[in-house]
């Protein structure tokens, strides 16, 4: 059974941190390329950041410098750290599990087919 539960949301002022986190089934995550997408009030869901399985990550331009994603393999779990939070970065925050893209392909595409999503969890970031 495919489950990616995210957490770590919340509310929180401008400049603040926060670290979201996604358990994911064991073999999803072994064997799926994952990532991060948000969806802000009245507008498209996006890519935010996506890892490889050699760890490496990426970005989409308006996070770098500020998000880090990362992966911890003992626990399946994906992480997000998000420094120097913005009103715009309000969002519902999905983690994504992805058969076939990875990287800004992820990103930039999106979910492709036999793809899975978490549950979201809520950032709110208030000036």
């Known amino acids: 059974q495919v489950q990616l539960v995210e957490s770590g949301g919340g509310s929180v002022q401008a400049g603040g941190s926060l670290r979201l986190s996604c358990v994911i089934s064991?073999?999803?995550?072994?064997?799926?390329?994952l990532g991060w997408f948000r969806q802000g009030p009245g507008k498209d869901r996006e890519g935010v950041a996506a890892?490889?399985?050699?760890?490496?990550?990426s970005y989409t331009d308006s996070v770098k410098g500020r998000f880090a994603i990362s992966k911890d393999n003992d626990k399946n779990t994906l992480y997000l750290q998000m420094h120097d939070l913005k009103p715009e970065d309000t969002a519902m925050y999905y983690c994504?599990?992805?058969?076939?893209?990875w990287g800004m392909g992820l990103i930039r595409t999106g979910l492709g087919p036999g793809g899975y999503w978490g549950q979201g969890t809520q950032v709110t970031v208030s000036s």
């Open positions: 994504a599990a992805d058969p076939i893209r």
């Open positions: 064991r073999d999803t995550y072994r064997r799926y390329y």
């Open positions: 890892i490889d399985p050699a760890g490496a990550p």
